[in-house]
């Protein structure tokens, strides 16, 4: 089973296959926006931030090669505290998109309650608690926004609407949309770098958090390598 990963930057890309080594110059391959890296079973592309461009470059990568069994969004991202501390590991049981659909008098409305469209994707049970297990990772919702939050009225707010949320990303939901057009489960993993909430760049933890994501790669692997056809078919 080959595995797409899609990141949003090079750095984050560079993070995972680094659990394998140097990329040799003969296993890039380039698709319309992006480079795909390709080391053992593993594709890694940089796709770009935001869902549209995640879900783009991962519909891009996915068209490129039919041997794809699983994708994976990948990356740094805020964690809500105290679920998740700056440090920790998030793997998504499902994946939101936390601002789709309409601002009314009443409030927010999802896209779903208008009608069309979807606002959740849910990876498959089986590989959420292998992967989280074997990473040491929460579980939980994690939100794909468009703007990443920078208030505390905002991380409120989203904690209000959607209390299990644990991260958030502005990717994931790009990137399931994507896997999901195909067939194929989607898993989404994040390293926190800092926290949901006013922005305070000297607390980020950037690197720590590209070394923890490398870390959970590095043991994510034979999980992905034992997960079964059948366990794949497991929603």
């Given amino acids: 089973m080959r595995v797409l990963v899609v990141t949003a930057v090079p750095a984050e890309r560079d993070a995972v296959t680094r659990v394998f080594g140097a990329v040799p110059e003969a296993s890039v391959r380039r698709v319309p926006g992006a480079e795909i890296h390709r080391t053992g079973a593993f594709d890694v592309l940089a796709g770009g931030a935001g869902p549209g461009a995640s879900a ?6 996915l068209a490129s090669d039919d041997g794809y069994g699983l994708v994976i969004s990948a990356g740094i991202g805020g964690g809500f505290a105290p679920v998740a501390p700056v440090g920790s590991l998030v793997v998504a049981d499902r994946i ?8 009314t008098a009443a409030g927010f409305v999802p ?35 468009s703007t990443v939050t920078g208030s505390a009225d905002r991380a409120a707010a989203l904690l209000a609407a959607h ?3 644990a991260a958030e990303s ?22 926190v770098s800092n926290a949901v909430g006013p922005r305070d760049r000297d607390a980020w933890r950037i690197g720590d958090a590209l070394a923890a994501l490398t870390g959970a790669f590095g043991k994510l692997v034979p999980v992905l390598e034992g997960w079964t056809h059948h366990d794949r078919h497991d929603s």
Avoid: K, N, Q, Y
């Fill in 56 to 61: 783009a470059s991962a519909a891009f990568g």
């Fill in 96 to 103: 939101g998109a936390a601002d789709l659909g309409a601002e």
């Fill in 111 to 145: 896209v779903t309650e208008l009608g069309f469209g979807r606002a959740w994707h849910l990876p498959p049970r089986s590989l959420v608690r292998e992967a989280a297990a074997a990473t040491g990772a929460l579980t939980g919702d994690i939100l794909t926004v």
């Fill in 163 to 165: 209390p299990r949320a």
């Fill in 170 to 191: 502005m990717e994931g939901f790009g990137v399931a949309e994507a896997a999901g057009l195909v067939g194929l489960p989607v898993l989404e993993i994040r390293a």
